[in-house]
């Protein structure tokens, strides 16, 4: 059995989750998720704690276990609490803002970037910590929404200048020390 997939996951008071067969709807006070999962896997809700079971030992339906216990705990997770995914800015004149609900990125661009937050997505951007949050209830969703602002200008390797995830590690390199002397 998977150690993940055997977990059980608690419904907190707030959080409705109505399971059909393989179609599970989860709604809480941050929004509402809704998502279709394998029929290889049971998915069942008993006294306020959702159990997801698999009928055999299939590879199949072993990699779908884990996954699918998973998914369900972030949904709930999500609607109730929510998550948030926080970009650092480093380098001279980078910057983030916001114009209403609006992102507005100098990175070094001729151009400033403005993003505008996707449903269920807000943003917010300390200027003075140099901070960009990443706000929703959907944790694949704002985790997708991440990845692509930091792709917009990713860490260079040579004097760390760019977005990063908070706490993440820049590999550095030397550059062109050697070069020089006869």
Known sequence: MSRVGRLPIEVPSGVDVSIQGSNVKVKGPKGELQRTFSPLIGIKMEDGVITVSR??????????????????????HGVNN?????????????????NGDK??????????????????????ADGKLRQIKIMGYDKEQVGQIASEIRNLRPPEPYHGKGLRYAGERIRRKAGKAGKGGV
């Open 55 to 76: 009928n055999s030992e299939a590879p199949s339906e072993r990699a779908l276990h884990g996954t699918t216990r998973a998914i369900l705990a972030n949904m709930v």
């Open 82 to 98: 929510g998550f948030e995914i926080i970009l650092e800015i480093e380098g001279v004149g980078y910057r983030a803002e916001m």
């Open 103 to 124: 992102l507005v990125l100098n990175l070094g661009f001729s151009h400033p970037v403005e993003l505008d937050p996707p449903h269920g997505i807000s943003f917010d």
